[in-house]
């Protein structure tokens, strides 16, 4: 891997072991030269762009050469104003009013290594990784406005994480009114559009669509990434699928309002860029100071969809997540919400830990309503306090007696959150995001602390620290369960209220980065009304989201399996719930639930105390089997063999497979049984062709090759809502092992 600079060509070629990204200056404009399969470094490169007089409506940038315009011009941060009508990366408003800058190349950097992003959650190496980065130092001479496009390559991923910094040089303000982490513009328009899109209980649906001419885009305006859009998308070959292909991956590791789109423009070039939201963004830059971006992963693959998950899921796993639970097996919890709700006492959760513990589970987790006065979801955010009255003795002997089960402890906390009914509202009625003299929106009935208040952080940091250092708590549930509207700050000024939703995240950053490192033993694991902000700002902080409030085993199929298209199988919390379920009142057998949840951080969310002896019997084994197979669940790579998004949706089968290729898990669901079926095949993924495995349940070892091509016979479910995991080994593995 190496990122070659010619200084004679003007050229930049970044190249990891299979993708190369190039860049070249064309009259002082970093043009986007080409992304795609890795290409040779010599003599290879000249002339990727070409350029061509065209009409008078295509304004000429360069006087003395007609040919170059912006607006036909690949480029790496497209500006607005000086002859690019298409969409562009960022705009800026200088102190006279005006909205014109030009961004020209003035220098640039090669370094090993990736610098840290101030303030902000991204990519990170460890010793011995081969990653390089090139700064390009832009300027506007008549500003004095610096940008720099920071881009990483990682040796062995087919992954770039681009950001950018801006540096007001000049004498006088200047106010960015959109500045985004990242474009690539596209030569042709041959490509569909995947996002990942959703609602409460409903998250990251696969949707996928040809790109036409004009704008295409997924957004959040919600002040936060949310479940309506996950910060991803994707450009595909209309020929690319779950194996083969070209795609183009974009992430934006951002937790806040975020923007993607796509544009197709007039000679079919196609126009990609990410970043924060612009719409009611804008950010004072006086002279002096600097404004840093949020970085954007883009990951390329030639091997469909499949191959993009996979690298975004081990970058993400080892270069995201971060703290001593990385790379350690999940415990498998019980968390009392679809339990109890607001309705325990210290008495109901010690039974239900008696239970888990009898069951062979690890962790019991308290959920909402340990604090304040919370009998329902009506008061108390803020007050975290613990409620007497539910538990007299409070959290250290509530905790001791779930450790003496066996059991480590866990406590859920809504920390960005304050009650219009609580003590810390009527100490502090101007810490919520508001705007004077309007009304201030409630969901839940809750508000939203402004968490861009240094104040407002202190008081979380502490009160969060002393509740966990009061009692043994080993797993932190941090959640949050609405979106921000009246989006300002009391102590804001008015050329600032609109960074404030900007703000916010960085304060919570800076929060979350202070608690994880005064508690770095503790397991932390976000939560936004399930999977409201599954995104890798936060998986930065918490190496694991609880990944929908619906624990429906049907709908968790869509659900897990389109979480799998960007997120590691490692950072999804999965857990078996009663029936009939909470969310959709659908009847499925333990089984099935187990086997969903299994293919996650695996748990269960209902009162252990009511089951069966039969039941009981399916638990424990349940548990067993998880506690063999996570490790591979956790850290293999993961295969989509069948997507619940095709046709009727009836089939979903996915599979985990060890790096070595010797161990692998199939997992199989089907949703209604079907009278009088066919008899159906299932090819698996990943093995290796030239070994012999043993698949659960079958008579002989089949060949790996056989397994990939003709794939295992599937079962012939009577009944709805089936279905059936097997362990496959490799043979020589299988018997000395
Ligand atoms: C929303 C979460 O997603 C649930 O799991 C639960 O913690 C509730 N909030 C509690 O209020």
């Not at 003599?43 to 000429?60: D, M």
């Not at 006087?63 to 480029?75: A, G, K, N, R, V």
Request: glycine fraction near 8%; include cysteine.
């Amino acid at each position: 891997m190496a990122i070659f600079h010619s200084e004679q060509e003007g050229l930049f070629h970044l190249q990891s072991k299979d993708m190369s990204y190039v860049i070249q200056l064309v009259n002082g404009y970093p043009a986007h030269a080409y992304w795609g399969k890795r290409l040779r470094q010599q003599g290879n490169l000249k002339g990727l762009i070409r350029t061509v007089e065209r009409c008078s409506f295509i304004p000429n940038s360069v006087p003395e050469d007609t040919s170059i315009s912006l607006d036909t011009l690949p480029q790496e941060y497209p500006q607005y104003g000086a002859g690019d009508f298409r969409n562009p990366a960022y705009q800026v408003e200088l102190e006279d009013g005006t909205r014109i800058t030009e961004l020209k190349y003035r220098a640039h950097r090669i370094f090993q290594g990736k610098p840290p992003l101030e303030g902000l959650p991204a990519l990170y190496t460890e010793e011995g990784d081969d990653v390089q980065t090139l700064e390009l130092d832009l300027a506007d001479s008549y500003s004095g406005l610096v940008v720099v496009l920071t881009y990483t390559v990682f040796g062995t991923f087919s992954a770039i994480a681009r950001s950018v910094r801006y540096f007001n040089q000049g004498k006088q303000p200047v106010r960015l009114l959109k500045a985004l982490s990242a474009t690539v513009d596209f030569q042709d328009a041959g490509y569909d559009w995947l996002c990942l899109h959703g609602s409460w209980v409903r998250e990251r649906q696969i949707e996928r669509r040809p790109l036409g001419h004009g704008g295409t885009s997924a957004e959040s305006r919600r002040g936060s990434s949310s479940h309506q859009m996950n910060p991803f998308v994707a450009l595909l070959r209309p020929n690319t699928d779950e194996d083969q292909g070209e795609v183009f991956g974009f992430s934006l590791v951002y937790s806040g309002s975020f923007e993607a789109k796509a544009e197709v423009d007039q000679f079919d070039h196609t126009r990609v860029s990410i970043g924060i939201q612009s719409f009611d963004f804008s950010w004072l830059l006086n002279p002096g100071e600097s404004f840093q971006t949020p970085e954007a992963v883009l990951v390329f693959s030639s091997d469909g969809m499949g191959g993009m998950s996979r690298t975004y899921h081990k970058l993400y796993r080892t270069r995201l997540c971060r703290g001593i639970h990385r790379d350690r097996e999940r415990p498998i919890l019980v968390n009392n919400w679809e339990a109890t709700y607001f309705n325990f006492n210290a008495d109901k959760i010690e039974a239900i830990a008696v239970m888990a513990a009898k069951l062979g589970i690890e962790l019991f987790v308290l959920d909402d309503g340990w604090f304040g006065k919370r009998d329902d979801d009506t008061t108390s955010l803020g007050d975290w306090i613990v409620d007497r009255n539910k538990l007299p003795k409070g959290l250290e002997d509530l905790a001791r007696r779930v450790n003496e089960q066996g059991l480590q402890f866990g406590l859920w906390f809504e920390p960005e959150m304050i009650s219009p009914d609580s003590d810390l509202y009527r100490k502090h009625p101007d810490w919520c995001l508001h705007v004077p003299g309007r009304r201030r929106t409630e969901a839940r009935k809750q508000l939203i602390l402004d968490m861009s208040r240094q104040d407002v952080r202190d008081y979380l940091f502490d009160s969060l620290s002393e509740v966990l250092s009061s009692a043994p708590i080993s797993y932190v549930k941090w959640d949050m369960n609405r979106n921000m509207t009246e989006i300002g700050s009391a102590q804001s000024n008015a050329d600032r209220q609109t960074e404030t939703a900007h703000r916010y995240i960085l304060g919570l950053y800076e929060l979350l980065e202070r608690l994880t490192a005064r508690f770095p033993d503790i397991l932390f694991e976000s939560c936004s009304g399930g999977g409201g902000r599954f995104d890798p700002g936060m998986l930065y902080y918490m190496p694991q989201t609880w990944t929908s409030d619906d624990t429906d085993a049907v709908e968790r199929l869509k659900i897990q399996y389109g979480t799998s298209i960007v997120y590691p199988i490692s950072t999804m919390g999965a857990h078996v719930s009663a029936v009939p379920n909470h969310q959709v009142g659908r009847v499925t057998p333990l089984e099935t639930r187990g086997d969903v949840a299994m293919s996650g951080n695996f748990g269960y969310e209902l009162d252990l105390t009511l089951f069966t002896e039969e039941e009981k019997a399916v638990v424990r084994e349940q548990v067993a089997d998880y506690k063999e197979i996570r490790s591979l669940v956790q850290k293999g790579d993961f295969y989509r063999l069948r997507s619940p998004f095709e046709g009727k949706g009836n089939e979903t089968a996915w599979m985990f497979v060890s790096e070595d290729r010797k161990e692998a898990l199939v997992f199989f669901y089907q949703v209604l049984a079907e009278p009088n079926a066919p008899l159906r095949r299932l090819a698996l993924k990943g093995l290796n062709p030239e070994l012999e495995y043993q698949v659960e349940g079958l008579d002989a070892p089949l060949g790996g090759d056989r397994l990939m091509q003709a794939g295992i016979h599937l079962p012939l479910f009577h009944s709805d809502y089936a279905s059936r995991w097997w362990r496959v080994k490799a043979i020589d593995y299988y018997f000395h092992n």
